[in-house]
C-alpha cells in the first residue's frame, strides 16, 4: 500500500520560496501511469490544484500558479518536490501530495499525504 508524507518547513516569509517534499513509500514514482500531484486549501477555503509531475517526469501546472510553481522529483529518493516562488500570506494554506491515477484524478484518489500546514508571514 502506498504511503505519502509531506514535509518542509511551517513557516515562510513573504517573498520567499516555499519548498515542500513529499516522500513516497510503498510504490515507486517512476513506474505506472500515476500523477504524483499537490494541492493545497487555504482556510475557510476549497481544494486547489496546484500540478503534477508523472511518472516518466512530465509536469502540468495550474494556470493561476503555473507562474510561480515548479514541480521537481528525486527518483533515487522516491521523493517528489513543490517550490512556490514569491509567496504572500495568501499562500497560507495546508499543503498536499496525492497519487492520482489521471490529471485531474485526485479527489477520487485513496492515496494522499496528511498534508501540511504553511504559514506565510514576517
Known amino acids: 500500500q502506498v504511503q505519502l508524507q509531506e514535509s518542509g518547513p511551517g513557516l515562510v516569509k513573504p517573498s520567499q520560496t516555499l519548498s515542500l517534499t513529499c516522500t513516497v513509500s510503498?510504490?515507486?514514482?517512476?513506474?505506472?501511469?500515476?500523477?504524483w500531484t499537490w494541492i493545497r486549501q487555504p482556510p475557510g477555503k476549497g481544494l486547489e490544484w496546484m500540478g503534477a509531475i508523472t511518472n516518466s517526469g512530465s509536469t502540468y501546472y495550474g494556470p493561476s500558479l503555473k507562474s510561480r510553481t515548479s514541480i521537481s522529483r528525486d527518483t533515487s529518493k522516491n521523493q517528489f518536490t513543490l517550490q512556490l516562488s514569491s509567496v504572500t500570506p495568501e499562500d497560507t494554506a495546508v499543503y498536499y501530495c496525492?497519487?492520482?491515477?489521471?490529471?485531474?484524478?485526485?479527489?477520487?484518489?485513496?492515496?494522499w499525504g496528511q498534508g501540511t500546514q504553511v504559514t506565510v508571514s514576517s
Open positions: 510503498g510504490g515507486s514514482i517512476t513506474t505506472n501511469a500515476y500523477y
Open positions: 496525492i497519487r492520482a491515477d489521471s490529471l485531474m484524478g485526485w479527489r477520487r484518489s485513496g492515496s
